[in-house]
């Protein structure tokens, strides 16, 4: 790890220095044989000079080069001199090779080329796997996994902020370029405008790593292109006069049909911001965690830094958890002591809550690794839970439960703060599935003849969707095919503006927009008509 070279230029460097050193040694055996010695420097200066060039080393290097070699050459036609100069060179590669160690950990830690290569290679694998930046970091590429800490953390940040201002960079690149180049090197244009826009990284070092990097997208041809760019775009570009980036047409369209044009454009600047921290505290808050106390309960942590460095983390204290996805448990009620079935419940935010609040509960998740997640947020809290890996659509319990928790699957539009790389690679026909899977988890729970809630028994629906079709549309069917009623909750903090006519609750991520915005939530209460 600690010998691993980031920096392929430098690599390049000394594989052309040690040559340089031994041409230099076998310099008194050889010279006899060549007439010119100038004829020998002059090639020897330029080969390195051209081969600087074409490795990346610049021009102006190259040409330095050149000319300070043919003095070295010259010089070296007497014996002291040659001497002199070979040890200098023997001397410099011993320390330059003693460096290498340094530089890699110096360079990992900081604004350099190891994070963006991994951000470059994040970014490729959720395009070409359509799977979300999460999904991709739980199986991380090597230029990721490798990474100390710090470097990961900004490698993740340069690739979600990279797909969150794709939008505003295709505005501004657009204007620079006379055509799109292949997908792989616009990428790297991205990246890097974004990163000297947003993120407030040195342009200097951004356009040199964008010209490694579009080499390493496989695109050598194009890294004069984007040299040409980056530095046309780097200084006094007005980054916020390009428009807010709109959400892909299916979406776009569902929302404008859902709550109007206006909404549906605050909805989209609230998207430019990532999402705030926000804890599920479990007891009285820790010493020396600050935050402010949101009205339904959260706490929202102003500057978090590392999580796991927080007071209460170790003794399990809190978890993190949306200000809205701590609502669903909430409006269940009061359930110390019932059994509660927590149905779709990994990675285990809302089991925690149940458990916290004294219910037994059943945590059920058809997916191993996410309930991997589950037990081990169990175990930091000291929490307790049954955990079950199943289908919900095929498991029976032996006793009917008190009440449920449903979070069904969904399509996550309501995260896009935290998930800006999910319009993406979510499509319209993801999410008819989706559908399709919420009604039947609904009829799950609400048939009596499946034997999973008792008579008399509630029901919390909850999805962090946008869409009606996952939230109000799924209900109203759910009306129609069983004998229950929604329950408007009874919650304090709740704003009047989040109830919803049919009784349900919706959160948008334009609401609350002085604490910061939240998620977008859809809750519902069910119980069965007595
Ligand atoms: C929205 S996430 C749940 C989040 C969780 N409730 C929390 O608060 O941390 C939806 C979950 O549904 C699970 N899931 C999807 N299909 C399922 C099925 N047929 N049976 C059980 N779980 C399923 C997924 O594995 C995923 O963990």
Redesign the pocket.
Known sequence: MRRQVWCLSEIDGDALFLPIAIAHWLWPFASAQFDGVLVFGLCRAAGIGFGQCALGGGGQGGAALVLWDCGAVVWCRTLVGHWVFSLQQAFALIYRAGLKGQETLLMADTFSLAPRAAAQDLIAAVLGGRRSLGEVIARAPDSFAALPPEARARAQRLASETFRHAGRADHHLRRALRKAPPEAAMWVLRMAVIEMHVLGAPAHGVINDAVDLTRRAGQPRLDGLVNAVLRQLGEGLDWAAAPVPRLPGWLRGALQNAYGAKVTAAIEAAHLLPAPLDLTLRGPRPEGLDGVALPTGSLRLRDPGQISALPGYDAGQWWV?DAA?AL?VRVLGDVTGLRVL??????????M?LAAQGAQVTA????DA?MVR?RENLLRTGLQAETVI??????RPDTPFDAI?L????S?TGTLRRHPELPLIRMKEDVKALQA?QAA?LDRVLDPAQGVLRSGGRVVYC??SLLPSEGSDQIAAALARHSVQVVPPDLPGLPDAWRLPDGCVRTRPDYWAEFGGLDGFFIALLQHRQ
């Open positions: 958890q996805a669903p927590d149905l779709c419940a990994a990675p285990g935010g809302k089991t809550q059920l998740d058809i997916s996410r589950l199943a289908d919900a659509l095929e498991w928790l979070d069904a699957p969904c996550a899977l988890l999805t962090c």
